[in-house]
């Protein structure tokens, strides 16, 4: 049983920078757990003609590759690759070496059908399955379909993975705290609309996994998505819940230097979706760091996400180049990530004794001990979740922010320490 999907394993280097997917598609009703018993692509002749397809059907620890033509096109050479993403024999430019596939045939007798059994393990692998193929009176080179490999010949690959079994999303949820699988983004371009982002912060995978929240100059654990650019991440084996009344996740930025919103106004919009295929949009304008309640979606069948997928929405400033997505993590879930913290009865929002917001005649005091040692993050919020102040500290905190420099209305203080969250409204008058 597998999935095709246009799904990322990891890979490294300028290959990883060209890449811009676009809609995560399945073969298989994916949601109700049911799948094809193959991973199947229509085999692409000279970029335009659909000349047959490739399949793959798994049978142990191997699979074997089966190429099919159609119509009156017939192979003459199979160049085969099955393996990691990453280890696709290129040249420097990301052309294929076709050549140092390590399967296929040089010379075939124009069949109309190839396979190649291969030893592989893995759940979810790279197929790049070339051929030469001809009509009688064409002749044309031939992909399985997929993703461009980025070079400037044309040249495609595709993902094929075994399907993970996933709860039904409304009965026996199984939580996923942090993204794990990339399943696309689309790059954006730096402030001017033309210059590309620097490849080193293009790395969709630092999104996924929990996020560092490290804002420290220099610091490269974020994914920047480019001017209107775009990255959909997944939770492979589990989905966040809506939790009623709550915020459900944490979407985290990446801000050299900790500035805030209205100095640095990198911006998001954030939908959701529980299939890959109906998306909502939950939040929008999220400057920075934001939180996200899956209840905006108005769709009372919504009861968890499996997928999240960010858009950049920052209006050009600077010489920028859009958010810089850091990652993603749950709050008050069953199964981890932050809890917030129960009301005291004195001095508002607290978590222990040691940790708590008071909000005083002049302004903000924020108290915090990680009895861990860990970082301790706090952060002060106005009515549109534009960020007005930020603090970090390790494992003590203790800051008075004076109201006297905002102006009045509603703001919100939040504490992240020991896996907790701790979040307190304010009003300023």
């Not at 654990?221 to 209107?228: A, I, K, V």
């Not at 915020?247 to 050299?256: I, M």
Request: proline fraction near 6%; glycine fraction near 10%; hydrophobic fraction near 35%.
């Amino acid at each position: 049983m597998f999935i095709t999907t246009n799904l990322f394993k990891k890979i490294s280097g300028s290959l990883l920078s060209m890449f811009a997917l676009a809609a995560f598609t399945l073969t298989g009703n994916y949601a109700n757990g049911q799948t094809d018993t193959s991973c199947t692509v229509d085999l692409i002749a000279g970029q335009n003609y659909v000349a047959g397809s490739v399949d793959i059907v798994r049978n142990g620890d191997s699979v074997t590759v089966y190429y099919s033509t159609t119509g009156n096109w017939f192979m003459t050479q199979t160049h085969l690759y099955v393996g990691d993403c990453g280890a696709i024999p290129m040249t420097r430019g990301n052309n294929p070496k076709v050549g140092h596939f390590p399967y296929g045939d040089e010379v075939l007798d124009s069949v109309t059908s190839a396979s190649y059994t291969i030893y592989m393990p893995d759940s979810c692998f790279c197929v790049a399955a070339h051929a030469v193929v001809h009509n009688g009176t064409q002749t044309e080179t031939a992909w399985g379909d997929g993703i461009d490999m980025g070079g400037r010949q044309w040249a495609t690959y595709f993902t094929c993975c075994e399907p993970t079994t996933r709860i039904n999303p409304c009965t026996g949820l199984a939580i996923q705290c942090s993204p794990d699988t990339v399943i696309g983004y689309v790059m954006g371009p730096k402030s001017n609309g033309v210059t590309p982002v620097d490849p080193s912060r293009i790395d969709p995978w630092r999104a996924t996994g929990t996020p560092e929240n490290d804002d420290t100059t220099g610091t490269i654990n974020f994914h920047t998505l480019g001017y209107g650019g775009t990255l959909t991440l997944g939770f492979t084996q589990g989905v966040i819940e809506d939790v009623p009344n709550a915020p459900d996740f944490w979407v985290v930025e990446t801000s050299y230097g900790n500035p805030d919103c209205p100095s640095y106004p990198e911006k998001v919009n954030v939908e959701v979706s529980n299939d890959g295929v109906t998306w909502y949009m939950v939040a929008t304008n999220v400057c920075q760091n934001g939180m996200v309640d899956i209840a905006a979606a108005n769709d009372p069948d919504l009861c968890a996400i499996s997928y999240v997928r960010l858009t950049d929405v920052t209006s050009p400033f600077g010489n920028t180049d859009g958010y810089d997505v850091d990652g993603i993590i749950c709050i008050n879930q069953p199964g981890g990530g932050f809890k917030v913290a129960p009301v005291h009865p004195a001095s508002g929002q607290y978590i222990d004794d040691l940790t708590f917001i008071v909000h005083e005649s002049n302004g903000i005091q924020i108290e915090s001990t990680s009895l861990s040692g860990g970082s301790i993050y706090a952060e002060i919020t106005d009515i549109s979740g534009r960020v007005i102040a930020k603090f970090e500290d390790q494992p003590q905190m203790s800051h008075f922010f004076a109201t006297d420099q905002i102006n009045p209305g509603i703001y919100f203080v939040r504490i992240l320490v020991d896996g907790n969250m701790v979040t307190e409204k304010i009003l300023v008058q």
